[in-house]
């Protein structure tokens, strides 16, 4: 093969490719090519999406894994169940993504999120779809008298999300024999691992320290020897078990064993701000020299973090065609 030929067929494969790539620019601009909404002629199907699609439902996932759940396999770790409530909101999805990362490292757990809506979100569903873990997704809407209108309100929320997520414990470990404890969870918390594998073990009721709450670096109880040996907390000290709502374990037997207690609230709510969860706790231990702490003196595994609100208000001026 002679130089000019050589030259000729480089210079037809140089043309090809920039005919291919005008044509793809025309329709797909070079910073929006992956973009399947401004270039759907292009294959977005990736590995990931096509393993996805052989993927067993989060439900599916649960009765598949419901053998890790039941007291019959007593060399396998107590199960916890994590119940989680979420609403609709700029950051909710960015929550639960990120919880979920971290509970996939979190073996025999079972997670229920509680959705606040009369029906289940599209964006809930494919997070946990994705996520890979046994899960459940509930939804209960919030009572038009409870909700917040106003920033600072004194209602509490999520007293029917969480008696939700009680109420499928109750129902789920009733038909089988369910060996493990609940934990109440938020999707914009953070948590170490270590904390699954101490409040695992709770043989009743455990209580620990939760990070950046209640007005402090943390709240929660001093613990010496396993037991409660005094409490660090400034907010509404006359609670009987100043604990935050990230703050305690309780066994799922117990539950069973006291199957009418609930989380309380009555007309607007705003009797019950701040401690419902130190009065759920105490319908199950009255002393406070029979709760277990699961954690060492002041060690933190939690910490309420509360994402904050994104400033994304320059949207309104966004001229973008998508």
């Not at 790539?21 to 070079?30: E, G, L, M, N, Y």
């Not at 393993?51 to 894994?65: H, I, K």
């Not at 759940?69 to 060399?75: L, N």
């Amino acid at each position: 093969m002679n130089r000019l030929t050589r030259y000729f067929i480089v210079l037809v494969t140089n043309l090809t490719v920039l005919f291919v790539f005008r044509q793809t620019s025309v329709d797909c601009p070079r910073d929006k090519w992956k973009d399947p909404v401004v270039c759907p002629s292009i294959n977005h199907q990736s590995e990931e999406s096509t393993r996805s699609t052989n993927t067993p439902s989060p439900e599916a996932r649960l009765t598949q894994d419901h053998t890790l759940i039941t007291a019959a396999a007593g060399q396998q770790d107590p199960v916890v169940f994590l119940i989680t409530t979420t609403y609709q909101r700029q950051t909710q999805k960015a929550d639960l993504v990120s919880l979920c990362h971290t509970l996939k490292h979190v073996p025999s757990l079972v997670w229920i999120v509680v959705e606040n809506s009369a029906s289940q979100s599209p964006v809930i569903q494919a997070v946990l779809g994705r996520c890979n873990i046994s899960a459940i997704h509930l939804t209960v809407q919030t009572p038009e008298h409870v909700r917040i209108t106003r920033k600072n309100s004194p209602k509490v929320t999520g007293v029917a999300h969480r008696n939700a997520g009680l109420k499928w414990v109750r129902e789920y470990c009733s038909r089988q024999d369910c060996w493990g404890v609940v934990f109440f969870g938020d999707d914009d918390d953070r948590y170490d691992l270590k904390l699954f594998d101490e409040i695992r073990r709770t043989e009743r009721v455990s209580v620990f320290m939760v990070g950046l709450t209640g007005g402090l670096l943390m709240e929660g109880p001093y613990c010496k020897d396993g037991k409660v040996a005094g409490w660090h907390r400034v907010w509404t000290p006359e609670r009987p078990i100043p604990v935050d709502m990230q703050g305690f374990a309780i066994n799922v037997r117990l539950l069973l064993e006291r199957d009418g207690v609930w989380f309380e609230g009555g007309g607007d709510y705003t009797d019950m701000v701040y401690i419902e969860a130190s009065r759920f706790i105490y319908q199950f231990v009255t002393n406070t020299s029979l709760l277990e702490c699961r954690t060492q003196m002041n060690e933190v595994l939690v910490w309420r973090t509360m994402t904050a609100l994104p400033l994304v208000w320059n949207e309104r001026y966004n001229k973008s065609d998508i």
